[in-house]
């Protein structure tokens, strides 16, 4: 009872988002991509099975779940993940000891923590640098260097990074290049088309859209390298149930509507903020004056709903603005319809040390805003009471 693979005839992403991977079940007819709640599937004989034998080596709603992003990526293959670090974590799998790797220095603090408390003890080897300036990624490379990994946007400073300029100065190494687009979604970028080996996905965000679902996801177009991913993640056990493939399926119907409501409502909010006494900075890549703003716009299709402003005051300032927001609710995640803040740098990014963090240029007064798709009236009426004396 697989589903039928995609055509190549649907051409538009909001189309793809709703049917690619998604047609009809073809035993019962259902439209909806079904729960297939099963651990294992019976084989006629031993060894031969209609292409699934047990749910942690591939279950159908993933499939359907994999063929459906695969597509939004452009890419030829997907792996689903049970998180975002469960996909980075597997994607790491694929070095050993002495290996190195370059990395953004502003990257999520989940990244950091795998990268420096947990990786660097089985022997790989990391340098954090700004890869918003190309050069020092040219600087930081090794004969040892296997892999260049890119946020762009970046978490939380959203400095934007030269994707094709990295992927040639990696593949020069003779390394590979994996972006995060998790900021961005494949709506707005597609790094693939850029030059990258690797794209990886927090599912969690964007793409299942409702803070409902934890998932992760890599997208790549080499063979031999998707291969290696399945084994290591069937080996390693990062994979999804089948109900929350269900649920990310659910929440990319909507993908495409859902971000330019994003991108509309944070637009206006990040102009709002620039305008404002009591900030600092903002940090915006649709801001003409954002770092790297041209780069932007020559590789992405829109710039998300992530907002960072710097509060004048620093840590108890941003605190209780935080503290008298009501429409905007204090969480850690990102990208559901809901609006969201955070101080990173006593929640997403407290595991990177405070030195770290200031040397990345993440102050103790930075508040990140994940802009939801309420109304934006709403939403600005709700930062004006906040920000007031």
């Known amino acids: 009872m697989a589903r039928k693979k995609a055509g190549g005839h649907l051409t538009q992403f909001a189309t793809r988002a709703i049917h690619v991977g998604q047609e009809p079940e073809s035993a019962t007819g259902a439209i909806t991509v079904p729960i297939f709640q099963t651990s294992t599937f019976a084989q006629s004989a031993p060894g031969i099975h209609k292409g699934y034998d047990y749910s942690r080596t591939d279950n159908p709603t993933r499939t359907a779940l994999q063929t459906a992003l695969a597509s939004l990526e452009t890419a030829k293959y997907c792996l689903a993940f049970s998180s975002g670090m469960g996909a980075a974590t597997t994607a790491m799998l694929l070095f050993q000891s002495g290996d190195h790797v ?151 119907k ?66 209780r603005v935080l503290t008298r927001l009501h429409l ?14 955070e101080l990173p740098a006593i929640m997403t990014h407290a595991s990177i040390p405070k030195e770290e963090r200031e040397k990345a240029g993440l102050y103790d007064g930075l508040i990140r805003l994940s802009v939801g798709i309420e109304h934006i009236q709403d939403l600005l009426q709700d930062l004006k009471r906040a920000l007031a004396r």
């Not at 903020?273 to 299709?301: E, K």
Request: glycine fraction near 8%; charge should be positive.
């Open 328 to 341: 905007f609710k204090i969480a850690e995640s990102l990208g559901g319809v809901e609006s969201l803040v």
């Open 102 to 252: 370059v990395s953004s220095r502003d990257v999520y603090g989940g990244t950091y923590r795998l990268f420096r408390s947990v990786l660097q003890n089985f022997g790989l080897t990391f340098s954090f640098v700004e890869t918003s300036n190309v050069r020092a990624i040219e600087r930081a490379m090794t004969r040892r260097t296997r892999l260049v990994w890119i946020e762009s946007p970046t978490n939380p400073l959203l400095r934007i990074t030269d994707i094709r300029a990295a992927a040639k100065i990696a593949h020069h190494h003779g390394a590979l290049c994996l972006v995060d687009n998790t900021f961005a979604s494949p709506f707005f970028q597609r790094p693939l088309g850029l030059g990258v080996d690797l794209v990886l996905h927090s599912t969690t965000k964007y793409l299942a859209g409702h803070a409902d679902v934890v998932g992760g996801a890599i997208c790549l177009n080499e063979p031999s390298l998707y291969q290696r991913l399945k084994f290591l993640q069937n080996a390693a056990g990062a994979t999804p149930s089948p109900f929350d493939c269900f649920l990310t399926l659910r929440g990319i």
């Open 254 to 319: 909507t993908l495409a509507l859902r971000m330019r409501e994003h991108e509309k409502n944070a637009s206006a909010i990040a102009e709002f903020l620039q305008g404002h006494s009591r900030v600092r900075r903002v940090y915006y890549p649709g801001l003409p004056n954002h770092p790297g703003h041209d780069i932007a716009v020559s590789q992405m299709d829109g710039f998300s709903g992530i907002v960072s402003f710097e509060v004048k005051g620093g840590l108890s300032e941003a605190r």
